[in-house]
C-alpha cells in the first residue's frame, strides 16, 4: 500500500519557469546599484575613471567593471586597482569594492524575495 499525493493547477511549474528570468533581473538591478554607488563613491580628476564604469551582463551573472578604454587624449584608463587599493606613493580610495559590499544586503534580499 502506497501514498500518492497529486497536485492539480499548481503554480509551481510556472514559478520554476520564472526563476531563471527574475534570478536575472535581480543580478542586473544589484549590477546597477553597484554601479551608481561606485560612481558616486569614484574620486574625480578628469572624470575618465567614474566615465569608465560599466556593467556587462552574462547569463545569471554581471561583471561591474572600472577601467579599460582610453581618455580624450589617448591615454588609457588603466588606473583603476591604483586607486581602489592605493600604491606606495598614493593612498587607497576604494569605491568599487565598498560599492558592492553596501548593495549585499539588498541582493540577498532580492534573492530570498525570489524564493518567498
Do not use: H, W
Not at 49 to 60: K, N
Not at 78 to 89: H, I, K, N, S
Request: charged letters at 25%.
Amino acid at each position: 500500500m502506497g501514498i500518492v499525493v497529486e497536485v492539480k493547477g499548481s503554480l509551481l511549474p510556472l514559478q520554476i519557469q520564472a526563476l531563471p528570468e527574475r534570478a536575472q533581473q535581480a543580478v542586473m538591478g544589484t549590477a546597477y546599484e553597484i554601479l551608481k554607488r561606485a560612481a558616486d563613491r569614484c574620486p574625480v580628476d578628469t572624470g575618465a575613471l567614474q566615465g569608465s564604469l560599466r556593467v556587462e551582463e552574462g547569463v545569471l551573472e554581471a561583471l561591474v567593471i572600472a577601467g579599460g578604454g582610453v581618455r580624450p587624449d589617448g591615454k588609457p584608463i588603466d588606473y583603476a586597482p591604483y586607486v581602489e587599493f592605493g600604491t606606495d606613493r598614493a593612498p587607497a580610495q576604494p569605491f568599487l569594492i565598498p560599492a558592492a559590499e553596501e548593495e549585499r544586503p539588498a541582493f540577498l534580499e532580492r534573492l530570498t524575495n525570489l524564493l518567498g
